[in-house]
């Protein structure tokens, strides 16, 4: 197993530690003004000027949807340390090179199943970066950790397909720029229970698509917004359907392999900055006579948060490894992908708190980014599939070998 990236992940990496580095962490003050004043304009799901300019300066520094191995030239592992980097700054890198969620899962369900039509129609605009999408399969009412707990109905009525129920936790329906759904639901519940679910292409400016609210993460509302949905008889061309009906579980976990690759290593990106800010604070503060670099106690807590970021780090790289030469489907992929979704938030989780308890009060308060950052790691042990669910799958796979034959 070569976890070597290539030569052109090497050089893209360096272009885009400076891209980084000179443009967007000095950027993030100015967001945060941006976003300030748009709240206080009542448009808080709006989009902060300076994003768009970055945007911009990226592309012309081919720095442009290099998730997409057919767009980019690169693997799965080739990409993963960039999706690292962009950990940094969660809220303005990922967008700024065309490379944030949910656009990304959805660009690949387009890529690997849409039809031409779709791919012109979606695709083609995603890839551009002019609008943006949604992804809704959770729902309010049920355990959406079960995906065969799906209660959305789709049902075909000759040329058209009439969706009704409510999802939630759609990341991305109050970005004014949101323009395309990939809608999840039941076309036959008596099929075999993988066969149950089907996926379609829903505008979200359809008659009976309604957002209802914007979901909060720990009270605060993300600038690209949470919705809560209700499809009130929805009507939707035929032609939206994605694949054929009864594809929803095989397109969700096609979409969902690489995803938790991009989410992990963004997590173990943000766990590196707050390293970083814990480090350059243990010197530039004292207790007790001496930096707080020179304590004990302190100097334990960085050395294990070093350990635990590089262990997560190779994990994830060998699922990225194994994604690329095995295909997602393979037995030893998945139980890969199910580690590396539960070990790398939960390293997150673990360093950014570190980082909070060194800052002390500026740990909560928004005069760093580790508030922030705790918010997106802790959110992302529940997307994607919880832990729980993550968890039995690798126990499944560990024990089944051992399962006494009759």
Same mark, same amino acid.
């Given at each position: 197993?070569?976890?070597?990236?290539?030569?052109?992940?090497?050089?893209?990496?360096?272009?885009?530690?400076?891209?980084?580095?000179?443009?967007?962490?000095?950027?993030?003050?100015?967001?945060?003004?941006?976003?300030?004043?748009? #709240?206080?304009?009542?448009?808080?799901?709006?989009?902060?000027?300076?994003?768009? &300019?970055?945007?911009?300066?990226a592309r012309a520094r081919g720095l442009w949807n290099l998730f997409l191995p057919e767009e980019s030239g690169l693997s799965v592992l080739d990409y993963a340390g960039l999706a690292e980097i962009t950990g940094w700054s969660l809220d303005i890198a990922p967008e700024a090179i065309?490379?944030?969620?949910?656009?990304?899962?959805?660009?690949?369900?387009?890529?690997?199943?849409?039809?031409?039509?779709?791919?012109?129609?979606?695709?083609?605009?995603?890839?551009?970066?002019?609008?943006?999408?949604?992804?809704?399969?959770?729902?309010?009412?049920?355990?959406?950790?079960?995906?065969?707990?799906?209660?959305?109905?789709?049902?075909?009525?000759?040329?058209?397909?009439?969706?009704?129920?409510?999802?939630?936790?759609?990341?991305?329906?109050?970005?004014?720029?949101?323009?395309?759904?990939?809608?999840?639901?039941?076309?036959?519940?008596?099929?075999?229970?993988?066969?149950?679910?089907?996926?379609?292409?829903?505008?979200?400016?359809?008659?009976?698509?309604? $957002?209802?609210?914007?979901?909060?993460?720990? @009270?605060?509302?993300?600038?690209?917004?949470?919705?809560?949905?209700?499809?009130?008889?929805?009507?939707?061309?035929?032609?939206?359907?994605?694949?054929? &009906?009864?594809?929803?579980?095989?397109?969700?976990?096609?979409?969902?392999?690489?995803?938790?690759?991009?989410?992990?290593m963004r997590a173990l990106g943000m766990a590196e900055r707050a390293l970083d800010l814990t480090c350059k604070r243990s010197w530039s503060r004292e207790t007790f006579g001496r930096p707080l670099a020179e304590h004990g106690a302190l100097q334990t807590n960085i050395a294990e948060?070093?350990?635990?970021?590089?262990?997560?780090?190779?994990?994830?790289?060998?699922?990225?490894?194994?994604?690329?030469?095995?295909? #997602?489907?393979?037995?030893?992929?998945?139980?890969? $992908?199910?580690?590396?979704?539960?070990?790398?938030?939960?390293?997150?989780?673990?360093?950014?708190?570190?980082?909070?308890?060194?800052? @002390?009060?500026?740990? $909560?308060?928004?005069?760093?980014?580790?508030?922030?950052?705790?918010?997106?790691?802790?959110?992302?042990?529940?997307?994607?599939?919880?832990?729980?669910?993550? #968890?039995?799958? #690798?126990?499944? @796979?560990?024990?089944?070998?051992?399962?006494?034959?009759?």
């Amino acid at each position: 197993m070569d976890l070597t990236p290539s030569s052109r992940a090497v050089e893209l990496t360096a272009n885009l530690q400076e891209f980084m580095a000179e443009h967007v962490l000095p950027a993030e003050p100015v967001y945060a003004s941006q976003r300030r004043e748009l #709240i206080s304009l009542g448009r808080t799901h709006e989009l902060p000027a300076v994003v768009e &300019e970055l945007k911009t300066t990226a592309r012309a520094r081919g720095l442009w949807n290099l998730f997409l191995p057919e767009e980019s030239g690169l693997s799965v592992l080739d990409y993963a340390g960039l999706a690292e980097i962009t950990g940094w700054s969660l809220d303005i890198a990922p967008e700024a090179i065309n490379c944030s969620a949910p656009d990304t899962g959805n660009m690949e369900v387009l890529h690997m199943f849409g039809t031409s039509a779709q791919k012109h129609e979606w695709l083609e605009p995603l890839l551009d970066g002019r609008i943006r999408s949604g992804f809704s399969m959770t729902e309010p009412d049920v355990a959406s950790s079960d995906a065969m707990n799906i209660r959305l109905s789709i049902t075909r009525d000759a040329d058209h397909y009439v969706i009704n129920g409510r999802k939630w936790w759609t990341t991305g329906a109050l970005d004014p720029r949101c323009a395309i759904l990939i809608v999840m639901g039941k076309t036959n519940p008596q099929a075999e229970k993988y066969r149950q679910q089907s996926m379609v292409l829903v505008p979200i400016d359809t008659p009976g698509v309604t $957002v209802l609210r914007d979901l909060t993460v720990f @009270g605060n509302h993300d600038q690209h917004g949470h919705g809560e949905i209700n499809f009130d008889n929805v009507r939707v061309p035929a032609t939206n359907l994605i694949a054929n &009906e009864g594809d929803g579980f095989m397109i969700a976990q096609a979409r969902l392999g690489p995803g938790r690759v991009h989410h992990c290593m963004r997590a173990l990106g943000m766990a590196e900055r707050a390293l970083d800010l814990t480090c350059k604070r243990s010197w530039s503060r004292e207790t007790f006579g001496r930096p707080l670099a020179e304590h004990g106690a302190l100097q334990t807590n960085i050395a294990e948060a070093r350990l635990a970021i590089d262990q997560a780090r190779l994990l994830v790289l060998q699922a990225a490894w194994l994604i690329d030469h095995k295909g #997602i489907s393979d037995p030893q992929t998945r139980q890969q $992908v199910s580690a590396i979704k539960v070990i790398a938030p939960r390293v997150a989780c673990s360093v950014i708190d570190m980082a909070i308890q060194t800052h @002390g009060g500026a740990g $909560v308060s928004a005069d760093t980014p580790l508030a922030a950052m705790y918010a997106h790691a802790r959110t992302l042990r529940i997307v994607d599939g919880p832990d729980d669910v993550h #968890i039995r799958t #690798i126990a499944r @796979g560990v024990l089944s070998p051992y399962r006494p034959r009759p």
